[in-house]
Each structure stands twice: as C-alpha cells, then as structure tokens.
C-alpha cells in the first residue's frame, strides 16, 4: 500500500505522486528562496567579519553599504527572499551597530571540545593491547 493514501473527501484510494513529502506538496519556489536567503546572509557575514585582509575588508565594506542603502538589487533580493526590504535592512543597522560573535574563538566552541573529548577517549582505548589469542601448541 506504499505510494497509497485515502482522500478525505472520497473513500476512493488516490495514489500519492513523488512531489507529495510529508503531507506537503512540493514548492517549486522553495529553492529559490532558500538561494535569495543565503545571499542574504553572505552579505550578513561578510558585513560583520573580523578580517583584516585586504579582500575580505573589501568584502565587508560593500556588504555594508549593500545592505544599509536601498539599491535595486538588494530590494530585489529581499523579495525574492521572501523579507520585506525595510525589515531586513533594518536588522542589518542593528546588527552592524552592535556585533555580537557568532562564532566560537579557535578552541573554545562547544563542538570542539566535544570532538576533542570524542578523540582523548578513542586514543585511550586505542593505546591499550588487545587481547592476545591463546596458542595452539599442537598445530
């Protein structure tokens, strides 16, 4: 009964077609959006790094001035996205304004030192000899 699910309205069976997932039916936007909003947020990062290379303070100069004016561009993307262009620049300001870290320091996030304590405990058991088979003296 795989690829079968009852009609609500009918007690007739309808066959479930591949672009049904989850109950949900396919949006054929959704990628697009999805691509629209990581513009976004590449802006975003770019616009909040800490680098002082040449290239990436570049980068974050013109994120800067991208998302705090009102191109064509990025009211373009805004929609695309899914966001009101007013909306989001004015998350981008407070954001600018006031950075917070989003990412851990080198060495402190928390999933470093949980790879870190998963490494320490699979040495410890890799260093220790592994059972010795008996022999077998009249082979």
Not at 94 to 99: C, D, G, N, Q, W
Request: proline share 6%; charged share 30%; glycine share 6%.
């Amino acid at each position: 009964m795989e690829g079968i699910q009852k009609s609500k309205k009918n007690t007739k069976m309808v066959k479930a077609t591949p672009i049904d997932f989850l109950g949900k039916t396919y949006d054929s936007t959704r990628g697009e959006t999805a691509l629209w909003s990581a513009v976004i947020t590449q802006a975003l990062m770019d616009a909040l790094t800490r680098s002082r290379n040449p290239e990436a303070l570049y980068s974050k100069h013109t994120a800067i001035a991208w998302l705090t004016g009102n191109s064509k561009d990025f009211i373009m993307v805004c929609l695309c996205a899914g966001f009101e262009p007013d909306y989001v620049r004015k998350k981008a300001k407070r954001a600018i304004a006031s950075p917070q870290r989003w990412r851990a320091e080198p060495g402190k996030g928390k999933r470093y030192l949980e790879r870190k304590k998963y490494r320490n405990t699979k040495s410890s058991k890799s260093t220790e000899s592994p059972p010795v088979a008996p022999v077998n003296e009249y082979a």
